[in-house]
């Protein structure tokens, strides 16, 4: 049984998130090494919360979807994180709408 979902708003979404993600983090790597750690931190995250979506849309079960859709959960609860220590270390203002 496959699995599939015609073009998921979920996926659209966690490609969106994940360029406006990059181009933050493109901007913070200048900002020195602790903004640098947070950016690498953020890129792995934030981009697989997508690339776990998407490889959910091909699942071969209903279980491995539910499984592949709560890895990509979980890597959006670490981006939160991450973007949490971002503001709380000041090396981005909060509210900022991901703009350093």
């Not at 900002?31 to 490889?55: D, K």
Request: aromatic content about 6%; overall charge positive.
């Amino acid at each position: 049984m496959c699995v599939r979902v015609s073009k998921s708003i979920i996926c659209e979404r966690a490609f969106e998130f994940a360029i406006r993600i990059l181009k933050v983090c493109q901007q913070l790597w200048q900002r020195g090494p602790i903004a640098r750690h947070i950016a690498s931190q953020l890129m792995r995250c934030a981009t697989s919360i997508g690339s776990n979506a998407e490889e959910a849309q091909d699942a071969q079960t209903k279980p491995d979807y539910i499984a592949k859709m709560a890895v990509s959960r979980k890597e959006s609860r670490e981006t939160l994180y991450w973007l949490r220590i971002a503001v709380r270390t000041e090396v981005v203002k909060a509210g900022s709408a991901l703009s350093p």
